[in-house]
């Protein structure tokens, strides 16, 4: 089954404690993104990876890492992690980029204390 | 950068009306413009999408229509049933950029 997996699903941390959440695809997609979900401010842009090792900024990028050393796999790392950083988080990928569909993960749920 | 406005963010229609998003895009390079259907602890899902070299697109219930003069594009739900309930967020890109742009999303209600 075609899917984009997301871990974990919830989590809730404490400020300055890193973190990572993965995202795995298997639909050998090109392109991979991370966007946070807010109430009230949709779905906004942290990272976005056209392929491996090609990373680059979306809209909020502030406190995130990212990397893409396999096709398959676009971690999410938040090095020191704030408690304005709480927030729904969702990994897609797609084939086509920008110009086609996007394929999202279920979503990651961070709470930081 | 592009900016996408949605409205309205809520909307609560009787089973069997139609409904109606309305979404509005600042760059005219934007030729690229899908709706994404996000159910209750679920990851948004593509619904339906139109490209800028075509003014409407239908899919049995569910159409969209582009105006690029104007900058807008909406979304018409026809014979709404409950499980159509769920948030709604219209998006815009374009080739050569570099993301989609996401509107701030609509809750849709059907009411039985």
């Known amino acids: 089954e075609a899917q984009v997996t997301q871990n974990p699903r919830y989590l809730i941390t404490v400020t300055g404690k890193k973190l990572t959440v993965t995202c795995s695809q298997n639909?050998?997609?090109?392109?991979m993104s991370w966007y946070r979900q807010d109430p009230g401010l949709g779905l906004r842009q942290i990272y976005y990876?056209?392929?491996?090792?090609?990373?680059d900024k979306g809209d909020v990028p502030e406190g995130y890492k990212v990397s893409r050393k396999e096709k398959r796999n676009f971690p999410l790392i938040l090095e020191s992690p704030s408690p304005n950083q709480t927030s729904l988080y969702f990994c897609?990928?797609?084939?086509?980029?920008?110009?086609?569909?996007?394929?999202f993960g279920e979503g990651s749920r961070l709470t930081v204390l | 950068g592009e900016n996408v406005e949605q409205h309205p963010s809520t909307l609560s229609v009787q089973e069997g009306d139609s409904a109606v998003i309305k979404c509005t895009y600042s760059?005219?390079?934007?030729?690229?413009f899908p709706w994404y259907k996000q159910e209750l602890g679920k990851g948004p899902q593509l619904i339906i999408d139109?490209?800028?070299?075509?003014g409407e697109k239908k899919d049995q219930r569910i159409a969209v229509t582009l105006n690029k003069t104007a900058k807008h594009f909406s979304l018409h739900i026809t014979e709404t049933q409950p499980e159509d309930s769920a948030v709604y967020f219209c998006?815009?890109?374009?080739?050569?950029?570099?993301?989609?742009?996401f509107g701030t999303g609509t809750s849709l209600t059907v009411i039985p």
């Open positions: 139109i490209r800028s070299n075509v």
């Open positions: 639909m050998n997609h090109e392109y």
């Open positions: 897609a990928s797609s084939s086509t980029g920008y110009t086609g569909e996007l394929f």
């Open positions: 760059d005219s390079a934007s030729n690229y």
């Open positions: 990876s056209m392929n491996v090792e090609v990373t």
């Open positions: 998006a815009a890109s374009f080739w050569g950029g570099n993301q989609f742009y």
